[in-house]
């Protein structure tokens, strides 16, 4: 930043924020005059106005919105440097790993089993995150790793690896039209009222009426109970089944991928020791499954194969 020192900036986001100087000197611990001036010869140097002053107010001009809006940006990516230079060089500090709850599809415990095993090894912080927000945990250095759901979750600025394929099912209120149904397809649902997933931009489910916002399954659950809305989830976003509530597959539905993520530029052994653990372990899990699926495949008494549902 030769025009523009990482202090500076700073100084000029936590004063757009507020958009008074007063309440901005005051996060900052500096005088007020002393931000004034700051901010004055910022404009100077880069030869724009940034800020628009009167008596009564303080306004962002369109050039100092552009400059908060990048510099946010550029503040958390000098704090995440900073912070994995950090944990580079020191062997006690753990790995963190952003999961929503029950986002694992049943994988995490053999991940961990399998990651324990490497001889590096650190221990592990599992850290919770929203239902679109666990990218940007990585994006910005909260976390080391994470694990997705694509086409979901946005992993732009993210390498990822594929931990596991499956397809989704449609839960549905008791007494629900389609509740008798063993399998539907996207036709059958085109006339519902789906929830709307808050920061989402695409959930893979037909153009349906639109419903209330939600931001993790257990509102999702709620609302159908309560008749207000049905939902296509991956399968394991779906387990354990509930009580009270309808589980069919849903047969040309997208299917949904979980993946393990990390930022594109993090090259460090301790990350790729994660990953390859991860992979391990999904390979192991998913062969254990394809075996588990042709065992439910035994004779019936006549002879013949019948299906024995699994799970």
Do not use: C
């Not at 700051?38 to 140097?45: H, L, N």
């Not at 007494?175 to 397809?185: I, Q, W, Y």
């Not at 059958?188 to 153009?207: I, M, S, Y």
């Amino acid at each position: 930043m030769a025009e523009l020192e990482t202090r500076e900036l700073e100084y000029f986001v936590v004063l757009a924020e507020e958009l008074h100087f007063g309440r901005a000197a005051a996060r900052l611990l500096i005088a007020q005059p002393a931000l004034s001036k700051a901010i004055r010869r910022v404009e100077s140097r880069l030869r724009v106005t940034l800020l628009e002053r009167s008596s009564r107010h303080v306004a962002l001009t369109p050039a100092g919105q552009a400059l908060v809006d990048h510099g946010r940006h550029a503040l958390n990516a000098v704090s995440a440097a900073v912070d994995k230079a950090r944990r580079a060089g020191d062997r006690q500090v753990p790995l963190r790993l952003v999961i929503k709850p029950g986002g694992d599809a049943g994988l995490l415990s053999g991940i961990l089993a399998a990651y324990a095993r490497q001889p590096d090894a650190r221990q592990v912080d599992i850290l919770f995150g929203g239902a679109t927000d666990r990218a940007d945990f990585v994006r910005d250095g909260r976390a080391d790793v994470a694990l997705l759901y694509k086409p979901f979750d946005d992993l732009t600025g993210l390498d990822h690896e594929t931990l596991a394929v499956e397809g989704r099912v449609a839960i549905l209120p008791p007494g629900h039209r389609l509740a008798s149904r063993d399998e539907l397809t996207l036709a059958d649902l085109a006339q519902e009222t789906f929830p709307r997933w808050k920061g989402v931009r695409w959930t893979g489910a037909p153009e349906g009426n639109e419903g209330p916002e939600v931001t993790d399954a257990a509102e999702v659950l709620q609302m159908i109970r309560l008749g207000r809305t049905v939902a296509i989830l991956p399968r394991s976003l779906a387990r354990p089944p509930h009580p009270d509530l309808v589980y069919r597959p849903v047969t040309d539905a997208p299917t949904s991928e979980l993946v393990i993520a990390w930022a594109q530029e993090d090259s460090r052994l301790l990350v790729a020791a994660f990953i390859t653990a991860a992979t391990d372990a999904a390979t192991e899990a998913n062969k254990a499954t394809e075996a588990n699926e042709a065992d439910a495949k035994v004779e019936g008494p006549a002879g013949t194969l019948r299906e024995v549902p699994a799970g």
